[in-house]
Protein backbone atom coordinates (compact mmCIF):
# COMPACT_ATOMS: atom_id res chain seq x y z
CA UNK A 1 0.00 0.00 0.00
CA UNK A 2 1.77 3.40 -1.15
CA UNK A 3 0.28 6.26 1.19
CA UNK A 4 0.71 9.40 -0.76
CA UNK A 5 1.20 13.42 0.90
CA UNK A 6 0.61 16.55 -0.73
CA UNK A 7 1.68 19.84 -0.02
CA UNK A 8 -1.31 22.68 0.81
CA UNK A 9 -1.23 24.97 -1.83
CA UNK A 10 0.02 27.81 -1.46
CA UNK A 11 -2.37 30.51 -2.21
CA UNK A 12 -5.06 28.81 0.09
CA UNK A 13 -2.16 29.06 2.98
CA UNK A 14 -2.15 32.78 2.49
CA UNK A 15 -5.86 33.32 2.23
CA UNK A 16 -6.60 31.65 5.46
CA UNK A 17 -3.77 34.08 7.50
CA UNK A 18 -5.08 37.17 5.84
CA UNK A 19 -9.23 35.60 6.75
CA UNK A 20 -8.57 35.16 10.19
CA UNK A 21 -6.70 37.03 13.34
CA UNK A 22 -4.27 35.55 15.45
CA UNK A 23 -5.49 32.93 17.57
CA UNK A 24 -5.14 33.45 21.47
CA UNK A 25 -1.50 32.54 22.55
CA UNK A 26 -1.30 28.72 23.71
CA UNK A 27 2.03 28.89 25.19
CA UNK A 28 2.25 26.05 27.32
CA UNK A 29 3.90 26.98 31.26
CA UNK A 30 6.42 24.13 31.78
CA UNK A 31 9.68 23.25 29.81
CA UNK A 32 8.32 20.33 28.46
CA UNK A 33 6.00 22.10 25.64
CA UNK A 34 8.70 22.46 23.03
CA UNK A 35 11.15 20.09 21.99
CA UNK A 36 13.62 20.05 24.91
CA UNK A 37 17.51 19.93 24.45
CA UNK A 38 18.32 16.27 24.63
CA UNK A 39 22.12 16.28 24.09
CA UNK A 40 22.86 16.42 27.95
CA UNK A 41 20.14 13.86 28.64
CA UNK A 42 22.02 11.62 25.85
CA UNK A 43 25.14 11.83 27.60
CA UNK A 44 24.02 11.12 30.85
CA UNK A 45 22.16 8.42 30.33
CA UNK A 46 23.83 6.61 27.42
CA UNK A 47 26.50 5.23 28.79
CA UNK A 48 24.36 2.37 31.09
CA UNK A 49 22.75 1.65 27.61
CA UNK A 50 23.86 -1.63 26.19
CA UNK A 51 24.07 -3.75 22.87
CA UNK A 52 22.79 -7.75 23.80
CA UNK A 53 24.14 -10.68 21.84
CA UNK A 54 22.23 -13.48 22.17
CA UNK A 55 22.78 -17.10 20.11
CA UNK A 56 20.06 -19.84 20.62
CA UNK A 57 20.03 -22.94 18.62
CA UNK A 58 17.60 -23.61 16.00
CA UNK A 59 14.63 -25.21 17.26
CA UNK A 60 13.11 -28.28 15.69
CA UNK A 61 9.52 -27.11 16.01
CA UNK A 62 8.30 -23.72 15.74
CA UNK A 63 7.69 -21.40 18.81
CA UNK A 64 4.47 -22.11 20.94
CA UNK A 65 1.48 -19.67 20.07
CA UNK A 66 1.82 -16.58 22.01
CA UNK A 67 5.68 -17.24 22.33
CA UNK A 68 7.45 -14.26 21.13
CA UNK A 69 10.80 -16.25 20.49
CA UNK A 70 12.64 -14.49 17.53
CA UNK A 71 13.57 -18.04 16.25
CA UNK A 72 12.57 -18.01 12.76
CA UNK A 73 15.77 -18.40 10.39
CA UNK A 74 14.25 -15.96 7.96
CA UNK A 75 15.98 -12.87 9.47
CA UNK A 76 12.12 -11.49 10.86
CA UNK A 77 11.56 -10.68 13.92
CA UNK A 78 8.99 -13.09 15.06
CA UNK A 79 6.32 -10.67 13.93
CA UNK A 80 2.64 -12.56 13.89
CA UNK A 81 1.25 -12.73 10.60
CA UNK A 82 -0.68 -9.48 8.88
CA UNK A 83 -1.51 -7.73 12.05
CA UNK A 84 1.93 -6.09 11.69
CA UNK A 85 2.88 -6.47 15.01
CA UNK A 86 7.02 -7.40 15.71
CA UNK A 87 8.94 -7.35 18.86
CA UNK A 88 11.76 -5.00 18.11
CA UNK A 89 14.66 -7.49 18.32
CA UNK A 90 16.64 -8.23 15.60
CA UNK A 91 17.56 -11.88 14.20
CA UNK A 92 19.57 -13.29 11.33
CA UNK A 93 21.34 -16.85 10.40
CA UNK A 94 24.71 -17.89 11.92
CA UNK A 95 25.64 -18.60 8.51
CA UNK A 96 28.53 -17.24 6.52
CA UNK A 97 26.70 -16.78 2.95
CA UNK A 98 26.86 -18.96 -0.34
CA UNK A 99 25.41 -22.67 -0.76
CA UNK A 100 26.02 -24.14 3.16
CA UNK A 101 23.85 -26.22 5.58
CA UNK A 102 20.75 -24.88 7.59
CA UNK A 103 22.29 -22.68 10.11
CA UNK A 104 22.72 -24.34 13.65
CA UNK A 105 22.13 -21.27 16.06
CA UNK A 106 20.18 -17.89 15.52
CA UNK A 107 21.96 -14.99 16.64
CA UNK A 108 19.31 -11.98 18.11
CA UNK A 109 20.59 -8.57 18.43
CA UNK A 110 18.97 -6.59 20.62
CA UNK A 111 19.31 -3.82 23.94
CA UNK A 112 19.17 -3.55 27.36
CA UNK A 113 20.21 -1.35 29.97
CA UNK A 114 22.19 -1.39 33.68
CA UNK A 115 19.78 -0.52 36.39
CA UNK A 116 22.11 -1.80 39.33
CA UNK A 117 25.46 -1.23 39.47
CA UNK A 118 26.82 -4.40 40.13
CA UNK A 119 26.34 -6.01 37.18
CA UNK A 120 22.11 -6.46 36.99
CA UNK A 121 20.93 -5.74 33.30
CA UNK A 122 17.22 -5.38 32.15
CA UNK A 123 15.93 -6.44 28.40
CA UNK A 124 13.58 -8.56 26.78
CA UNK A 125 12.81 -11.90 26.92
CA UNK A 126 12.52 -12.60 23.73
CA UNK A 127 15.76 -11.38 23.20
CA UNK A 128 17.71 -14.22 24.61
CA UNK A 129 14.70 -16.68 24.69
CA UNK A 130 16.26 -20.06 24.55
CA UNK A 131 20.26 -18.27 24.26
CA UNK A 132 22.84 -20.90 25.03
CA UNK A 133 25.10 -17.54 25.09
CA UNK A 134 25.00 -13.92 25.54
CA UNK A 135 27.28 -11.13 25.39
CA UNK A 136 27.09 -7.30 25.92
CA UNK A 137 28.35 -4.45 24.47
CA UNK A 138 28.67 -0.89 26.60
CA UNK A 139 28.99 2.15 24.20
CA UNK A 140 32.80 2.32 24.71
CA UNK A 141 33.33 -0.98 23.23
CA UNK A 142 33.81 -2.87 26.25
CA UNK A 143 32.47 -6.77 26.16
CA UNK A 144 31.30 -9.28 28.77
CA UNK A 145 29.58 -12.48 28.76
CA UNK A 146 26.17 -12.28 30.67
CA UNK A 147 24.29 -14.68 32.35
CA UNK A 148 20.65 -15.20 32.37
CA UNK A 149 19.55 -14.04 35.94
CA UNK A 150 15.90 -15.09 35.54
CA UNK A 151 12.99 -14.47 33.07
CA UNK A 152 9.50 -13.29 33.31
CA UNK A 153 7.89 -14.90 30.12
CA UNK A 154 4.08 -13.37 30.83
CA UNK A 155 5.90 -10.00 31.42
CA UNK A 156 8.65 -10.30 28.14
CA UNK A 157 11.51 -9.59 30.32
CA UNK A 158 14.64 -10.86 31.54
CA UNK A 159 17.74 -9.65 34.03
CA UNK A 160 21.06 -10.71 33.23
CA UNK A 161 24.40 -10.18 35.20
CA UNK A 162 27.42 -9.61 34.02
CA UNK A 163 30.69 -9.36 36.50
CA UNK A 164 32.94 -6.07 35.58
CA UNK A 165 34.71 -6.28 38.66
CA UNK A 166 33.85 -2.65 39.15
CA UNK A 167 30.10 -0.61 40.11
CA UNK A 168 28.57 0.04 36.49
CA UNK A 169 27.32 3.22 35.20
CA UNK A 170 23.21 2.43 35.80
CA UNK A 171 19.92 4.36 35.11
CA UNK A 172 17.00 4.64 37.29
CA UNK A 173 13.13 3.90 37.03
CA UNK A 174 10.70 6.41 36.82
CA UNK A 175 7.00 6.31 37.41
CA UNK A 176 5.30 5.92 34.45
CA UNK A 177 2.05 6.52 36.41
CA UNK A 178 2.88 9.94 36.08
CA UNK A 179 3.67 10.57 32.42
CA UNK A 180 0.58 11.87 30.32
CA UNK A 181 0.31 11.83 26.71
CA UNK A 182 2.32 14.36 25.16
CA UNK A 183 5.20 14.13 27.16
CA UNK A 184 8.86 14.19 26.00
CA UNK A 185 10.58 10.87 25.88
CA UNK A 186 14.00 9.93 24.51
CA UNK A 187 15.01 6.23 23.08
CA UNK A 188 18.18 4.48 23.17
CA UNK A 189 18.94 0.98 21.85
CA UNK A 190 20.69 -1.09 19.15
CA UNK A 191 18.37 -0.67 16.22
CA UNK A 192 19.84 -3.16 13.16
CA UNK A 193 23.11 -3.34 14.99
CA UNK A 194 23.48 0.30 14.98
CA UNK A 195 24.26 0.77 19.00
CA UNK A 196 23.66 3.97 21.31
CA UNK A 197 21.16 5.05 18.49
CA UNK A 198 19.01 8.10 20.07
CA UNK A 199 15.55 8.41 18.87
CA UNK A 200 12.96 11.05 20.37
CA UNK A 201 9.60 11.79 20.36
CA UNK A 202 6.28 11.97 22.31
CA UNK A 203 3.97 9.35 24.17
CA UNK A 204 1.30 9.13 22.11
CA UNK A 205 -1.17 6.92 24.29
CA UNK A 206 -1.44 5.31 27.54
CA UNK A 207 -2.55 1.85 28.43
CA UNK A 208 -2.24 0.50 25.28
CA UNK A 209 -3.44 -3.37 24.55
CA UNK A 210 -1.98 -5.44 21.27
CA UNK A 211 -2.42 -8.94 22.70
CA UNK A 212 1.55 -9.05 22.93
CA UNK A 213 1.90 -10.31 26.55
CA UNK A 214 -0.24 -11.50 29.40
CA UNK A 215 -0.62 -7.93 30.82
CA UNK A 216 -1.36 -6.09 27.82
CA UNK A 217 -0.43 -2.52 29.26
CA UNK A 218 1.37 -0.39 26.79
CA UNK A 219 3.05 2.82 26.59
CA UNK A 220 2.75 4.01 22.83
CA UNK A 221 5.31 6.33 21.68
CA UNK A 222 6.30 8.00 18.49
CA UNK A 223 10.15 7.73 19.34
CA UNK A 224 11.23 5.45 16.13
CA UNK A 225 11.87 1.87 17.19
CA UNK A 226 12.92 -0.45 14.66
CA UNK A 227 14.45 -4.26 14.88
CA UNK A 228 16.96 -4.18 17.63
CA UNK A 229 15.32 -2.18 19.85
CA UNK A 230 14.06 -4.77 21.77
CA UNK A 231 14.93 -4.57 25.48
CA UNK A 232 15.87 -0.45 25.56
CA UNK A 233 15.17 2.06 27.46
CA UNK A 234 12.55 4.66 26.98
CA UNK A 235 13.46 7.70 29.43
CA UNK A 236 11.61 10.90 30.76
CA UNK A 237 13.48 14.08 30.21
CA UNK A 238 14.89 13.84 33.89
CA UNK A 239 16.89 10.66 32.87
CA UNK A 240 14.57 7.85 34.36
CA UNK A 241 13.81 4.88 32.79
CA UNK A 242 9.29 5.00 32.37
CA UNK A 243 9.53 2.05 29.41
CA UNK A 244 10.80 -1.09 28.38
CA UNK A 245 10.94 -0.70 24.46
CA UNK A 246 9.17 -4.20 22.99
CA UNK A 247 7.36 -3.82 19.94
CA UNK A 248 6.30 -2.02 16.99
CA UNK A 249 3.53 -2.09 14.66
CA UNK A 250 4.95 -1.74 11.34
CA UNK A 251 3.28 -3.20 8.33
CA UNK A 252 6.65 -3.39 6.69
CA UNK A 253 8.95 -4.45 9.56
CA UNK A 254 10.62 -0.53 10.30
CA UNK A 255 9.32 2.15 12.24
CA UNK A 256 6.08 3.66 11.13
CA UNK A 257 6.28 5.80 14.20
CA UNK A 258 4.05 3.08 16.77
CA UNK A 259 6.15 1.78 19.30
CA UNK A 260 5.35 0.15 22.35
CA UNK A 261 7.40 0.10 25.69
CA UNK A 262 6.66 -1.99 28.61
CA UNK A 263 5.77 0.63 31.71
CA UNK A 264 8.13 0.54 34.42
CA UNK A 265 5.18 0.29 37.16
CA UNK A 266 5.18 -3.13 35.76
CA UNK A 267 9.54 -3.65 34.60
CA UNK A 268 10.77 -2.43 38.01
CA UNK A 269 9.65 -5.20 40.21
CA UNK A 270 9.60 -7.47 37.95
CA UNK A 271 13.57 -6.35 37.42
CA UNK A 272 13.94 -6.68 41.37
CA UNK A 273 12.50 -10.07 41.86
CA UNK A 274 14.49 -11.53 38.81
CA UNK A 275 17.44 -10.58 40.07
CA UNK A 276 16.88 -11.04 43.67
CA UNK A 277 15.05 -14.14 43.50
CA UNK A 278 15.61 -15.17 39.90
CA UNK A 279 12.01 -15.13 39.92
CA UNK A 280 9.10 -13.08 39.82
CA UNK A 281 6.37 -14.87 42.66
CA UNK A 282 3.26 -12.89 41.79
CA UNK A 283 0.23 -13.42 44.27
CA UNK A 284 -3.41 -13.58 44.44
CA UNK A 285 -5.82 -11.91 45.97
CA UNK A 286 -9.08 -14.36 45.93
CA UNK A 287 -11.52 -13.03 44.01
CA UNK A 288 -13.33 -13.17 41.00
CA UNK A 289 -14.58 -10.28 39.15
CA UNK A 290 -16.91 -8.63 36.47
CA UNK A 291 -16.69 -6.22 34.29
CA UNK A 292 -19.25 -3.37 35.60
CA UNK A 293 -21.64 -3.26 32.51
CA UNK A 294 -24.53 -0.29 31.77
CA UNK A 295 -26.97 -2.93 33.40
CA UNK A 296 -25.45 -4.06 36.58
CA UNK A 297 -24.72 0.08 37.15
CA UNK A 298 -28.58 0.52 37.00
CA UNK A 299 -29.35 -2.63 39.10
CA UNK A 300 -27.06 -1.77 41.89
CA UNK A 301 -27.59 2.02 41.48
CA UNK A 302 -24.31 3.47 40.88
CA UNK A 303 -22.69 6.63 39.41
CA UNK A 304 -20.64 5.08 36.83
CA UNK A 305 -18.83 1.87 35.21
CA UNK A 306 -15.93 2.29 36.60
CA UNK A 307 -14.26 -0.23 38.76
CA UNK A 308 -15.20 -3.98 39.15
CA UNK A 309 -18.01 -5.85 40.39
CA UNK A 310 -16.69 -8.48 42.90
CA UNK A 311 -18.92 -11.73 42.10
CA UNK A 312 -16.76 -14.18 44.82
CA UNK A 313 -14.14 -14.39 47.30
CA UNK A 314 -12.42 -17.13 48.10
CA UNK A 315 -13.03 -18.35 51.92
CA UNK A 316 -8.67 -18.90 51.99
CA UNK A 317 -7.61 -16.12 50.06
CA UNK A 318 -6.12 -12.55 51.76
CA UNK A 319 -9.57 -10.94 50.72
CA UNK A 320 -11.80 -13.22 52.83
CA UNK A 321 -13.68 -11.51 55.83
CA UNK A 322 -12.72 -7.93 54.47
CA UNK A 323 -14.01 -8.02 50.65
CA UNK A 324 -17.58 -9.42 49.52
CA UNK A 325 -19.48 -10.19 47.08
CA UNK A 326 -21.42 -7.12 45.60
CA UNK A 327 -18.56 -4.86 46.35
CA UNK A 328 -17.22 -2.34 43.87
CA UNK A 329 -13.22 -2.35 43.79
CA UNK A 330 -12.19 0.86 42.26
CA UNK A 331 -8.55 1.28 43.53
CA UNK A 332 -5.24 -0.75 44.49
CA UNK A 333 -3.37 0.91 45.86
CA UNK A 334 -4.15 4.41 44.96
CA UNK A 335 -4.11 3.58 41.40
CA UNK A 336 -7.64 3.69 39.84
CA UNK A 337 -8.76 -0.11 38.76
CA UNK A 338 -11.66 0.75 35.74
CA UNK A 339 -11.95 -2.72 34.52
CA UNK A 340 -11.14 -6.27 35.06
CA UNK A 341 -7.73 -6.02 32.89
CA UNK A 342 -6.79 -3.39 34.91
CA UNK A 343 -7.37 -5.38 38.27
CA UNK A 344 -5.20 -8.19 36.78
CA UNK A 345 -2.43 -5.91 35.43
CA UNK A 346 -2.03 -4.00 38.99
CA UNK A 347 -1.53 -7.21 41.05
CA UNK A 348 0.51 -8.55 38.98
CA UNK A 349 2.80 -5.34 39.66
CA UNK A 350 3.29 -6.96 43.40
CA UNK A 351 5.00 -10.06 44.98
CA UNK A 352 3.93 -12.73 47.95
CA UNK A 353 3.73 -10.97 50.63
CA UNK A 354 3.86 -7.10 50.12
CA UNK A 355 0.87 -5.38 51.09
CA UNK A 356 -2.12 -3.43 49.52
CA UNK A 357 -5.01 -1.19 49.90
CA UNK A 358 -7.77 -1.85 48.52
CA UNK A 359 -10.39 1.18 47.41
CA UNK A 360 -14.50 -0.07 47.41
CA UNK A 361 -17.56 0.54 47.37
CA UNK A 362 -20.78 -1.49 49.13
CA UNK A 363 -23.85 -0.90 49.69
CA UNK A 364 -23.51 2.65 48.22
CA UNK A 365 -21.08 3.65 50.51
CA UNK A 366 -16.75 3.71 50.10
CA UNK A 367 -14.33 1.69 52.18
CA UNK A 368 -10.58 0.86 52.43
CA UNK A 369 -9.33 -2.79 53.18
CA UNK A 370 -5.30 -3.76 53.60
CA UNK A 371 -4.65 -7.11 52.48
CA UNK A 372 -1.16 -9.09 51.97
CA UNK A 373 -0.80 -10.42 49.14
CA UNK A 374 -0.05 -14.09 49.35
CA UNK A 375 0.60 -16.80 46.82
CA UNK A 376 -2.56 -18.76 44.66
CA UNK A 377 -3.54 -22.22 45.98
CA UNK A 378 -3.15 -25.42 43.94
CA UNK A 379 -6.04 -26.64 42.22
CA UNK A 380 -8.10 -28.73 44.11
CA UNK A 381 -10.14 -31.84 42.11
CA UNK A 382 -13.86 -31.88 42.85
CA UNK A 383 -14.69 -34.96 40.51
CA UNK A 384 -15.16 -36.63 43.99
CA UNK A 385 -17.18 -33.99 45.05
CA UNK A 386 -19.60 -34.05 42.34
CA UNK A 387 -19.71 -37.75 41.87
CA UNK A 388 -21.20 -37.87 45.48
CA UNK A 389 -23.99 -35.17 45.13
CA UNK A 390 -27.06 -35.86 44.58
CA UNK A 391 -30.13 -34.15 42.01
CA UNK A 392 -32.08 -31.80 43.79
CA UNK A 393 -35.63 -31.45 43.61
CA UNK A 394 -36.36 -29.04 40.26
CA UNK A 395 -37.43 -25.69 40.90
CA UNK A 396 -39.52 -23.62 37.96
CA UNK A 397 -39.02 -19.73 38.71
CA UNK A 398 -41.31 -18.70 35.06
CA UNK A 399 -41.01 -15.02 35.54
CA UNK A 400 -37.38 -15.32 35.27
CA UNK A 401 -37.89 -18.47 32.75
CA UNK A 402 -35.46 -20.49 34.16
CA UNK A 403 -35.74 -24.25 35.21
CA UNK A 404 -33.63 -25.11 38.06
CA UNK A 405 -31.95 -28.21 40.11
CA UNK A 406 -31.07 -30.06 36.90
CA UNK A 407 -27.57 -32.13 37.42
CA UNK A 408 -26.06 -30.98 40.77
CA UNK A 409 -23.49 -28.79 41.03
CA UNK A 410 -20.46 -28.65 43.32
CA UNK A 411 -21.21 -25.39 43.96
CA UNK A 412 -25.12 -23.09 43.70
CA UNK A 413 -27.11 -24.19 41.60
CA UNK A 414 -27.74 -25.77 38.48
CA UNK A 415 -30.11 -23.96 35.35
CA UNK A 416 -31.85 -26.92 34.12
CA UNK A 417 -33.73 -24.42 30.96
CA UNK A 418 -33.60 -20.99 30.39
CA UNK A 419 -36.17 -19.74 28.41
CA UNK A 420 -37.57 -15.79 27.88
CA UNK A 421 -35.79 -13.43 29.81
CA UNK A 422 -32.98 -15.77 30.92
CA UNK A 423 -31.81 -16.65 27.75
CA UNK A 424 -32.43 -13.01 26.36
CA UNK A 425 -29.99 -12.10 29.20
CA UNK A 426 -27.31 -14.71 28.21
CA UNK A 427 -27.88 -17.60 30.82
CA UNK A 428 -28.18 -21.18 28.96
CA UNK A 429 -29.25 -24.95 30.12
CA UNK A 430 -25.88 -25.73 32.07
CA UNK A 431 -24.78 -22.62 33.63
CA UNK A 432 -24.32 -22.56 37.81
CA UNK A 433 -26.00 -19.59 39.39
CA UNK A 434 -24.03 -19.21 42.66
CA UNK A 435 -25.42 -16.10 43.97
CA UNK A 436 -28.24 -13.73 43.63
CA UNK A 437 -27.81 -9.87 44.71
CA UNK A 438 -25.02 -10.85 46.32
CA UNK A 439 -26.09 -13.93 48.76
CA UNK A 440 -24.28 -17.47 47.88
CA UNK A 441 -27.39 -20.37 47.33
CA UNK A 442 -27.03 -23.45 47.24
CA UNK A 443 -30.23 -24.87 46.73
CA UNK A 444 -32.84 -24.31 44.00
CA UNK A 445 -35.37 -23.42 46.90
CA UNK A 446 -32.97 -21.02 48.71
CA UNK A 447 -32.49 -19.08 44.93
CA UNK A 448 -36.41 -19.01 44.66
CA UNK A 449 -36.81 -17.16 48.68
CA UNK A 450 -34.09 -14.67 47.32
CA UNK A 451 -36.58 -13.36 44.24
CA UNK A 452 -39.24 -13.40 46.06
CA UNK A 453 -40.17 -9.50 47.02
CA UNK A 454 -38.11 -8.30 44.20
CA UNK A 455 -41.38 -7.25 42.30
CA UNK A 456 -40.18 -5.91 38.46
CA UNK A 457 -36.81 -5.06 39.95
CA UNK A 458 -34.06 -6.94 37.97
CA UNK A 459 -32.75 -10.33 40.00
CA UNK A 460 -28.51 -9.72 39.50
CA UNK A 461 -27.21 -13.80 39.38
CA UNK A 462 -23.45 -14.37 39.76
CA UNK A 463 -23.31 -17.41 36.84
CA UNK A 464 -20.64 -20.15 36.11
CA UNK A 465 -20.48 -22.28 32.72
CA UNK A 466 -20.69 -21.85 29.48
CA UNK A 467 -21.96 -18.56 28.72
CA UNK A 468 -23.57 -19.24 25.52
CA UNK A 469 -20.79 -16.78 23.16
CA UNK A 470 -17.81 -19.27 23.57
CA UNK A 471 -16.07 -16.93 25.98
CA UNK A 472 -14.90 -16.81 29.71
CA UNK A 473 -16.66 -19.85 31.72
CA UNK A 474 -15.77 -17.89 34.69
CA UNK A 475 -17.89 -16.16 37.42
CA UNK A 476 -19.87 -13.38 35.33
CA UNK A 477 -23.21 -11.25 36.64
CA UNK A 478 -26.16 -11.41 34.68
CA UNK A 479 -28.98 -8.36 35.35
CA UNK A 480 -32.55 -10.35 34.52
CA UNK A 481 -35.86 -8.61 34.91
CA UNK A 482 -38.61 -10.48 35.45
CA UNK A 483 -40.89 -10.60 32.65
CA UNK A 484 -45.08 -9.74 33.10
Same mark, same amino acid.
Given at each position: ???? %???? $? @????? #?? &? +???? *?? !??? /? ?14 ? %???? $? @????? #?? &? +???? *?? !??? /? ?27 ? +? ?390
Amino acid at each position: MKFL %ARPL $P @ALFLL #AG &M +AAHA *AP !PSL /APNDAQALPPPLADLA %AKVG $P @AVVSI #AS &M +APVS *AT !PPA /AGDNGDNNGDGSDGGDGNTGFHPAADTKN +AADGGVVPPPKTIESLGSGFVFDPAGYILTNHHVVNGASNVTVTFPDGTVYPAIIAGVDKDADLAVLKINAGHPLPYVPFGNSAQMRVGDWVLAIGNPFGMPNSNTAGIISALHRQIGDTKFDDFIQTDAAINKGNSGGPLFNLQGQVIGVNSAIYSPSGTSDGIGFSIPSAMAEPVAEALAHDGKMQRGWLGVAVEELTPQIQTALKLSSTKGVLVGAVDPHSPAAGKLQPGDVITAISAAAVDDPQALTIRIAEFQTGQSVTVDYVRDGKPGQASLVIQAPPPKQDESIAQADAKPAAPVDLPQYGLGLAGPPAATGVSVLSAKGPAEKAGIVAGDVIEQVNGVVVATAAGLRKQVQGLGQMPAIFMVTGADGSGGDPGPRWVPVKPGK
